[in-house]
């Protein structure tokens, strides 16, 4: 995995203003995500969310948090929360994950316009290797 020089400014800055570390981010339009290890997400949204409002004042976009898992399956629950994730199907070395949710969360796990399935899909790929996800 690459990371530009703007990703790490900005994993910097999240650092500095969040005092967790980050090790991935992912830019949209509007919106920034960030991995951050296990066990950190707590620190890194803040009593009642504080932490979390001040970092997108500071990037002035909507800021989304993802905690890292050591198993594709774990990091994969952990991107399409809160959508419960009812079955994870990996097959060729973990290259194309098949995801079962409930047809009534099919929607929210794919996202408007596809952006959490593209971001999911991005950061797999980024992590783990994934070639192909789906939702199902």
């Not at 707590?42 to 970092?55: E, F, P, R, V, Y």
């Amino acid at each position: 995995m690459k990371i530009s020089s703007d990703q790490i400014q900005l994993l910097s800055l999240f650092e500095r203003l969040s005092g967790v570390q980050a090790f991935d981010v992912l830019l949209n339009e509007d919106s920034a995500v960030f991995v951050v290890k296990s066990g950190d997400l707590g620190k890194a949204i803040g009593k009642n969310g504080s932490t979390l409002a001040h970092l997108e004042r500071a990037f002035g976009r909507r800021v989304e948090l993802v905690e890292f898992a050591d198993s594709l399956e774990g990091f994969l629950k952990n991107l399409f929360k809160p959508v419960k994730l009812e079955q994870v199907q990996i097959a060729n070395s973990g290259q194309q994950v098949v995801l079962r949710v409930e047809a009534q969360n099919k929607g929210l796990a794919i996202g408007r316009g596809g952006i959490r399935i593209n971001r999911a899909r991005e950061l797999a790929k980024r992590h783990f290797g994934v070639l192909e996800l789906k939702v199902m």
